[in-house]
């Protein structure tokens, strides 16, 4: 039964991604919907799962299916198998059931996409790749997956070929990537040669016998799998421009699941963490700056959906964080996880159905005054809003304060970081509800704003109605510590400060935040203020939300964007264009040895023949 | 006689071909160095076939032999159409192809 | 009078390769005899069922006989020879197919109606109006599928370069023969004519030295006077030099292997696709029983040498590959780039290395000829599209071939979940085991540049719009689709359920001595 279940959850979305992208033009009509069949019936397949997993003990939840013997290497077994634990059960319903919404919200948005088919077929087959990616029992069935949604991600970021842009971006997130996956494919050789096997299983058993640099090494090359998948510092630069690909990829992939792949490998390998603090340090060292980076990104950018996807960076970096902090964070960092999976989902939807109105504006600047016009898409905003900055009792407070709590148990730095982040989180959010719903209306002449269709607003309400209770729902009994202690264990440990002190801190940074961020933005301007000297800006009186803006803000956080942006640009952006152009420019010079004349293609033959010989010769005098 | 001589020989003859390829530009003088590549290559053989007594050395001359006038056939057919269609021997010319 | 001792020859085991070259030699005698209305057909019936003949028996000798030598000990029967006789006739009969089509071109099939011709004479066009076709190109490819028969089964030095030859000469000749782009593939030919002759110049000599070490010609033979040596002598490791060279060069390893982008790039498609895929197999296959058996004593001698050889191999042909705009070049620096990896897995140099390098052949010769097929059919009314920027937006207007396209691309790219993927992780794990973890290091780096460039390609093929001088998609006959489609199945069925194939691989890998 659970084999079957299995399989349908797995094989539905791939059944649809392959009709729908090899059946031609004739699936236009009735493609999208075969798409959003084929998700639900992954959705009722998951949650009967769940349903079974829940009448069992705990002890008795997680169960192994072995499909087939896949490939034997020598020595190495690898198994096509499946193995759906607590940990791979809750991906798996955040995954059916947020991509279950987002493929009926794109039926509204990309209703008058003539390519609306392929975009189905793509998104099938990115669900398809990240169930196999959370549902596989070894590492390399999970590079499978792992890949495959890569693939599905590049596909769906170029959707929009008449861009060039879009390419751009999908090749650059492609780079990037491979510098992530490079790491991912060296541990799995590493776990080969040391161990022997690559199912987690083997892995975790034979990883305590192994000499101390083992899992040193392989925590580091995981965490940079992590760092590129999950966009996190140094390898985020490819986010912001993904988000060139249409909103609900952005919601689903760039949000709510892909990104969080690199959270789940490493939770999943919590067995290497754990015999490594070095490994853990440097994973909580890159949480934290992803934390402060994305936020700071995310404020100072105009675009609503690049501002997003700073957030998004910045929240993944809670979960990294957490993760690091070893088994006082695993739970966390899911739980954490799965709340944000709603409430950005639910956020991005929201930019959508503004964009949807607003002719794919996306510059904040442009908008305003929109919380009278799209009231639906506002109140469901809202509620992400008050989730994501963790006012209780939306979902954001329950994960991101636990969190909190886990950091300063561990150490102060940590603590302190989670809180600069909580604070800045409240404030470029509430930059953005500020710019985009209240405020006057600073819109094109051509703008007719308008809310957005059924098919839309539900599928936005369903997340906004996740991201309010979610939170509690989880937290209820400790509920969601008992279902995932079996699997990542868990130590409760205790913060340094008495709990009201900690609660009382953490409001006190949000409403700063708020109050800042409401402050600093009463008077948004029409275009981005340029560079004037502050004290002339400063005695403009009527530019007093400007200057606030300005002064407080924008001056630290230009210079501080200014150097993300050098950092994004120039080093990270660099650095990958330059391997690709010096990989490009390499081969440029290259291809002149070749250069037509059969005479000197004899004398690389003759020469590389002597060369050879005198070698072997040397060798042997030697 | 230590058969070492002839191997230098046959070695030099070897380099000499070798350098022929490298340095001419007609296509058939390059090809007849190759020729003579083989040909040092047969003396080697017929060498060590006298040195170790036995016959292998000589049958394989015989065979490479053949091989080279069956290589003649093929290599000047080419060089021919190459001819009639460029009016020229040189395979310095013949260099469309390239990068 | 007395009695002569007649070398007992086991006829059956070598069915295959009588098959092919009397097949062959039926196909000269048709040639001048049969009216030339039926020639076409004739031939193509010929070559077809002698090959298609020939795989049976080689799955029946493969069934039913003895492992050890044969035909006087010139031959080994051995299971690595025998997955390579039966993929080399795989690739060859996928070849022949696509080498059959002539619904493509308009003006016939790949080859020029008559080879002597002027390019753009006043002849030629007169041939081309007449509609001519040749069909020598048969004869000789069951020549070359013969030789490269022979070339993996050889056992001793002589049998070596005699098959190398058998392969070579008809291969010269079909390099020529392009019906399109005619002075390119003169040029082409011309020039893999003197780098082969030169080529095989040296291995002859090697051999020579290597005879006159050992004082036999026989693998076995020479193993066995290496085992005994004390110290390394100049003549054997000369010797070993010379004949490694002489491989490299067939296989289009760096630096030996400048002619594979020139050659590739102006032979008639088909007839790429035929040497990428099927001529390397067997290059690979020899190169490998040279190593191993003769040689295998001297491991730690040319062991260094294959090191550094693969990996100017894997990144040069990667890195090149990059700059390319031409689709037949790039595919040519992609075959380099994958002999590169093969080598990783023939420095292994143990069971596991040859049964991961064995299957690494069969996924890359599948998807290459594949590749090479479809590329034949990209075309503008000139001839083929080779140039990739004519390849924009054809994922629109042919969604079926830019989906196969991208297929193989992945499977080269190495993605899992194609043949590709499973065969590089054959041979990076093979080469850990043998420890030799910084050419895996190579390996992988390598594999992401290559990864650029294939998707680069998809990109281009998928996001990119079309410009006014793109290319169109000819309707194939069933014979091309039949070849390409064979191709594509593999590499999607070898990734997903490899492991019937990668049982036959470890059990078949072990050489005979």
């Not at chain 1, 949650?47 to 009448?55: C, E, K, P």
């Not at chain 1, 009278?372 to 209780?392: C, D, E, Q, S």
Request: glycine share 10%.
């Amino acid at each position: 039964m659970t084999t079957t279940l299995l399989l349908l959850v797995l094989l539905a979305p791939a059944l649809g991604a392959a009709v729908l992208l090899l059946g031609g033009r004739r699936t236009n009509a009735w493609g999208p919907l075969a798409a959003i069949g084929v998700m639900g019936a992954a959705t009722a397949g998951a949650l009967a799962l769940f349903g079974a997993m829940l009448t069992r003990p705990a002890a008795e939840r997680p169960v192994g299916v072995l499909l087939y013997e896949w490939l034997a290497v020598g020595d190495l077994r690898v198994p096509f198998g499946l193995y759906l634990d607590q940990l791979s059960m809750s991906f798996v319903l955040l995954i059916t059931i947020v991509g279950t919404l987002i493929h009926v919200y794109s039926l509204g948005y990309m209703a008058h996409d003539p390519d609306r088919r392929l975009f189905f077929g793509y998104l099938n087959l990115f669900v398809a790749a990240m169930l196999l990616l959370v549902l596989a029992d070894n590492y390399l069935l999970l590079y499978v997956g792992w890949e495959g949604v890569g693939l599905a991600s590049y596909l769906l970021i170029g959707f929009y070929r008449r861009r060039a842009s879009a390419a751009t971006a999908a090749k650059k997130a492609f780079l990037i990537n491979r510098v992530g996956d490079f790491g991912l494919s060296v541990a799995i050789m590493v776990m080969f040669t040391m161990i022997g096997a690559v199912t987690f299983s083997a892995v975790d058993a034979g990883i305590v016998a192994m000499p101390g640099w083992v899992p040193l090494v392989l925590g580091l090359l995981l965490l940079l799998a992590a760092a590129g998948k999950s966009a996190q510092f140094p390898l985020q630069a490819w986010l912001f421009d993904a988000m060139e690909g249409p909103t609900p990829v952005s919601a689903l992939i760039h949000a709510a699941t892909m990104v969080t792949a690199g959270v789940y490998l490493i939770v999943r390998s919590a067995a290497i963490y754990d015999l490594s603090e070095t490994a853990r340090t440097a994973v909580i060292v890159v949480g934290g700056i992803s934390i402060l980076f994305g936020a700071i990104v995310g404020s100072a950018r105009d675009d609503i959906k690049k501002a997003l996807a700073g957030s998004t960076m910045s929240q993944i970096g809670y979960m990294v964080l957490a993760a690091g902090l070893g088994p006082i964070g695993y739970v966390f960092a899911i739980f954490h996880l799965l709340t944000h999976g709603f409430f950005k989902a639910n956020l991005f939807l929201g930019a959508g159905s503004v964009m949807h109105g607003m002719n794919d504006e996306v510059n904040m600047r442009r908008y305003g005054g929109l919380a009278w016009v799209m009231r639906l898409t506002f109140i469901t905003f809202l509620i992400g809003y008050l989730a994501i900055i963790g006012v209780p009792p939306f979902a954001g407070f329950y994960s991101k304060d636990s969190i909190i709590e886990a950091a300063l148990a561990h150490s102060w730095t940590a603590g302190i970081v989670a809180w600069l982040g909580a604070g800045l989180t409240a404030m470029y959010m509430t930059r953005m509800v500020m710019m985009t719903f209240l405020t006057k209306r600073r819109w094109q002449p051509d703008a007719h704003p308008h809310e957005s269709p059924p098919v839309m607003i539900i599928p936005m309400a369903l997340l906004a109605l996740g991201s309010a209770v979610l939170g509690y729902l989880l937290v209820m009994n400790d509920a969601f510590e008992h279902w995932l202690e079996p699997v990542t264990g868990f130590v409760h440990e205790d913060p340094p400060l008495a709990m009201p002190i900690v609660y009382g801190i953490t409001f006190g940074v949000v409403g700063l935040g708020v109050l800042i961020g409401v402050l600093a933005n009463l008077h948004p301007a029409a275009e981005a203020p340029t560079r004037v000297n502050p004290l002339v800006r400063a005695a403009r009186a009527d530019l007093y939300g400007d200057a606030i803006n300005e002064g407080l803000f924008m001056r630290p956080g230009q210079v501080l964007t200014a150097a993300t942006v050098i950092t994004d640009r120039r080093i990270v952006d660099g650095a990958v264009m330059a391997v690709a152009d010096l990989s490009t420019g390499a081969g440029d010079q290259l291809r002149r040895v070749e250069n037509g004349f059969v005479r000197s293609y004899s004398l690389a033959l003759v020469a590389g023949a002597v060369i050879v010989l005198a070698a072997l010769l040397l060798l042997r005098i030697a | 006689m230590s058969p070492d001589a002839y191997l230098s020989l046959a070695s030099i003859l070897f380099a000499i071909g070798a350098a022929g390829v490298l340095l001419r530009r007609n296509a058939i003088i390059a090809f007849m160095s190759i020729e003579l590549m083989l040909n040092a290559a047969n003396l080697a053989f017929v060498t060590a076939a006298r040195a170790w007594g036995n016959l292998d050395g000589q049958v394989v001359a015989f065979f490479v032999m053949v091989v080279a006038a069956a290589e003649v056939v093929v290599g000047l057919a080419i060089i021919m159409t190459i001819f009639r269609s460029r009016q020229s021997t040189s395979v310095d010319e013949t260099s469309l192809l390239r990068w | 009078m007395t009695p002569i001792s007649v070398v007992d020859i086991d006829y059956v085991a070598l069915a295959p390769v009588i098959i092919v070259l009397v097949a062959a030699v039926i196909g000269v005698l048709l040639e001048a005899f049969l009216p030339e209305a039926a020639r076409r057909s004739g031939q193509l019936l010929l070559t077809g069922s002698a090959v298609a003949l020939a795989f049976l028996t080689v799955l029946i000798v493969a069934a039913s006989r003895p492992f050890g030598p044969i035909a006087g000990g010139s031959l080994m029967l051995d299971g690595p020879g025998l997955f390579l006789q039966g993929l080399i006739l795989l690739t060859s009969g996928t070849a022949i197919l696509i080498m059959a089509d002539r619904r493509v071109d308009p003006g016939g099939d790949a080859f020029a109606g008559r080879v002597s011709t002027l390019p753009g004479g006043e002849e030629e066009r007169e041939v081309s109006r007449r509609g001519l076709m040749q069909t020598e190109v048969w004869p000789l490819m069951l020549f070359c599928i013969g030789g490269l028969l022979l070339f993996v089964t050889s056992n001793d030095l002589l049998t070596l370069f005699i098959a190398l030859e058998i392969l070579s000469l008809p291969l010269y000749l079909l390099v020529g023969m392009a019906r399109r782009r005619r002075l390119l593939s003169q040029e082409a030919a011309l020039k893999y004519f003197l780098m082969g002759a030169l080529a095989s110049a040296i291995l002859l000599f090697g051999s020579a030295l290597a005879y006159a070490y050992a004082g036999t010609i026989e693998f076995a033979g020479i193993a066995e006077r290496i085992s005994e040596r004390t110290t390394a002598n100049t003549l054997v490791i000369a010797a070993v030099a010379l004949i490694l060279v002489g491989l490299l060069f067939k296989i289009g390893a760096v630096p030996f292997g400048q002619w594979v982008p020139d050659v590739y790039q102006g032979a008639p498609t088909p007839v790429t696709g035929f040497m990428a895929a099927a001529v390397k197999v067997a290059a690979v296959g020899a190169l490998l029983r040279v190593l191993y058996v003769p040689f295998g004593g001297m491991r730690w001698e040319w062991e260094p040498v294959l090191w550094i050889v693969a990996s100017l191999t894997m990144l040069i042909g990667s890195l090149v590959a990059l700059a390319q705009s031409d689709i037949k070049r790039m595919l040519a620096y992609s075959s380099i780039a994958n002999a590169g990896f093969i080598l990783i897995g023939v420095a292994a140099a143990d069971q596991v290395g040859l049964s991961s390098v064995l299957f690494y052949l069969l996924a890359y010769s599948v998807a290459t000829l594949a590749a090479f097929g479809i590329v034949t059919m990209v075309r503008v009314p000139t001839g083929e599209a080779t140039s990739l920027e004519q390849w924009a937006g054809i994922g629109r207007r042919s969604p079926l071939l830019a989906t196969a396209f991208s297929l193989i691309l992945l499977s080269f790219a190495g993605i899992p979940l194609t043949a590709g993927f499973i065969a590089k992780f054959g041979v990076f794990t093979a080469a850990i085991t043998a420890g030799a973890l910084p050419l895996v290091i190579v390996g992988i780096v390598a594999s992401a540049i290559a990864a650029a460039l294939y998707v680069r390609i998809i990109v281009r093929m998928y996001f990119t719009d079309p410009v006014s001088a793109s290319a169109g998609v000819a309707s194939p006959s069933p014979l091309t689709v039949a070849g390409v489609g064979l191709g594509v199945a593999l590499t999607v069925i070898l990734g997903v359920f490899p492991q019937p194939v990668l049982n036959l691989v470890e059990q078949t890998s072990i050489f005979v001595r």
